[in-house]
């Protein structure tokens, strides 16, 4: 019998060191036990590609959301993922969290948000919204990032991807490679990011179909938000003036419009996109749908200054918007 246990404990022993390496390491807080990494390294260790920022960002910030809550979000894709919280709370001396996530579409937009309304009562919602995922040819959902791990924990254990990037974190630890954290997209050269710029343009917007449904599921927020009392806003970040020349090329300005005039239909919209002085300077942005660190913050202060929010028409961004909308409606 003794010989069966000890063959049996040899057995298990790599198993139980696994078991245990997830648990110390814990690349996303899910256990929250030991914090032998700092978070902020772990959350740095997420974005290193273009693969495990997406999958990342959601499951890393549902767990941190649904443990520490607060009642104003940011909801959104990769345009608002660099949107800075402590900078809104030092504007507006509210607490927001940054729900954004690399490769959010409306789908998973939508859950989030109604994830986010089961964990707290809500006061303010910011929707950050793009043209290029408002597509019914771009549907599709990656909540289950986070769901599935709610739903059945143990596959913390067990999946491929926990492993990957529990690896990842210990060897940037260790290490410091900046390969390790550097492999995004973000840290193309000039001409590959041209090259990939024009190849998401036509990702994005080759076969475009209007997405009646989405219009539907954001009247069903606006009526939840309106039961509630919940203030709804809806941000559009400035983009490149390359994708308004493709759209133009493509003859779907038409399409934007129409996009610009149903979230208007949903609440208060606030259009940086007709900020013309910055999207006419490529510097301004990483990709062509990307602004800068710089710019966020830039236009995170235009958006939470607090005369903007209770609506004082003369307020500083008030006066920015409007008279960059007059220096548009003059170019046309």
Not at 177 to 205: C, D, K, T
Request: charged letters at 25%.
């Amino acid at each position: 019998m003794k010989k069966y246990f000890f063959r049996g404990l040899l057995f298990a022993i790599p198993l139980i060191l696994y078991v245990l390496f997830i648990v110390v390491v814990d690349p996303y807080e899910f256990i929250n036990v030991f914090h032998v990494i700092p978070a902020k390294e772990k959350f740095r260790v997420i974005q290193r590609t273009d693969e495990s920022s997406p999958r990342g960002n959601i499951l890393w910030k549902a767990i941190h959301f649904k443990r520490n809550p607060v009642p104003n979000i940011i909801i959104g894709d990769s345009q608002g993922k660099d949107i800075d919280v402590a900078l809104i709370d030092s504007i507006t001396g509210d607490k927001y969290y940054n729900l954004c996530a690399p490769g959010s579409s409306y789908e998973t937009m939508f859950d989030m948000f109604w994830f986010a309304a089961e964990q707290i009562k809500l006061e303010k919602v910011y929707f950050q919204v793009a043209f290029m995922n408002y597509n019914a040819n771009r549907q599709y959902n990656l909540f289950y990032f986070a769901t599935d791990y709610f739903k059945r924990p143990y596959e913390y254990f067990t999946t491929r991807d926990i492993f990957f990037d529990a690896a990842a974190n210990v060897a940037w630890a260790v290490g410091r490679h900046p390969y390790i954290v550097e492999r995004s997209y973000e840290y193309l050269g000039p001409q590959a990011m041209e090259n990939l710029a024009r190849s998401r343009l036509n990702l994005f917007f080759e076969k475009y179909v209007y997405p009646e449904s989405y219009k539907a599921e954001f009247m069903r927020i606006k009526s939840y938000c309106e039961e509630n009392k919940i203030q709804l806003y809806f941000v559009v970040m400035p983009v490149y003036k390359g994708v308004d020349n493709y759209l133009k090329e493509k003859s779907m300005v038409a399409d934007k419009v129409r996009f610009l005039q149903d979230i208007n239909s949903y609440g208060n919209t606030i259009n940086l996109d007709k900020l013309t002085y910055l999207k006419q300077d490529r510097d301004n942005f990483i990709d062509y749908f990307h602004p800068t660190h710089t710019i966020i913050d830039a236009v995170t202060r235009i958006i939470w200054s607090d005369e903007y929010i209770n609506g004082h028409k003369n307020s500083p961004a008030a006066t920015i918007l409007q008279q960059d909308q007059l220096s548009d409606r003059g170019s046309e």
